[in-house]
C-alpha cells in the first residue's frame, strides 16, 4: 500500500472526500516528525509507539575493500507496535 492508497483507504473507512484524508494524513505525518525532532515519544495506544533512537558513532568496514571507516552519530525513527495491533494480526 502506498500513500494514494492509504489515502484512498481513509477516505473510505472515514467518509471523508480524499483532499480532506490527504490533509489529514499530511497533518498526522508532520505532528509525529515535529515530535521526534523534539525528542518526543509518541504514544497511539493499541496502535504503538513512535520514537527517535540515538545511535552512537562507531567503527564499520567498507564491505568492498575491508578499510575502516568512521560512521558517525545518528538519529533513526523507530516504531514499536502495540498489543492490539499484534493481537489483531495474528
Do not use: C, W, Y
Request: aromatic share 4%; hydrophobic share 45%; charged share 30%.
Amino acid at each position: 500500500m502506498n500513500k494514494a492508497d492509504l489515502i484512498a483507504a481513509i477516505a473510505q473507512k472515514s467518509g471523508l472526500p480524499k483532499k480532506d484524508a490527504d490533509k489529514a494524513l499530511n497533518a498526522f505525518i508532520a505532528a509525529v516528525t515535529e515530535a521526534l525532532k523534539a525528542d518526543e515519544k509518541v504514544q497511539i495506544v493499541g496502535f504503538g509507539v513512535f520514537e527517535a533512537k540515538h545511535r552512537e558513532a562507531r567503527k564499520g568496514h567498507n564491505p568492498m575493500s575491508g578499510a575502516e571507516i568512521d560512521i558517525p552519530a545518528s538519529v533513526a525513527p523507530s516504531f514499536k507496535a502495540g498489543k492490539a495491533l499484534k493481537d489483531a494480526l495474528n
